[in-house]
Nanobody, 117 residues
Framework: QVQLVESGGGLVQAGGSLRLSCAAS????????MGWYRQAPGKQRELVAA???????KYADSVDGRFTISRDNAKNTVYLQMNRLKPEDTAVYYC???????????WGQGTQVTVSS
């Protein structure tokens, strides 16, 4: 089992920045992929960004160039640096991890990000 705890959400004005963190504990050796999903009211959960333990990354088109995912394997922590935030980035952001490339088996409780216009 893997436990994921997110932090860093909040309220920010459009154009501002936030940094999300997600710390993993438990069966750490089983983690290969870590990533961030988000879900806005009335919308499906979508992948925002993901990173493997080897450093390969994926981004949603809507955030590419504005968000950066990074990972500290020694601290079992993944980060999401979000710049030039837009109101449409408002959502609950969930941390997730998986045992294989681009798979997601465990989820955090979510952290709210609200971007005001």
């Amino acid at each position: 089992q893997v436990q994921l705890v997110e932090s860093g959400g909040g309220l920010v004005q459009a154009g501002g920045s936030l940094r999300l963190s997600c710390a993993a504990s438990g069966t750490i050796l089983s983690i290969y992929t870590m990533g961030w999903y988000r879900q806005a009211p009335g919308k499906q959960r979508e992948l925002v960004a993901a990173i493997t333990s080897r450093g390969s990354t994926k981004y949603a088109d809507s955030v590419d160039g504005r968000f950066t995912i990074s990972r500290d394997n020694a601290k079992n922590t993944v980060y999401l640096q979000m710049n030039r935030l837009k109101p449409e980035d408002t959502a609950v952001y969930y941390c997730s991890s998986g045992r294989w490339a681009w798979t997601f088996d465990y989820w955090g409780q979510g952290t709210q990000v609200t971007v005001s216009s």
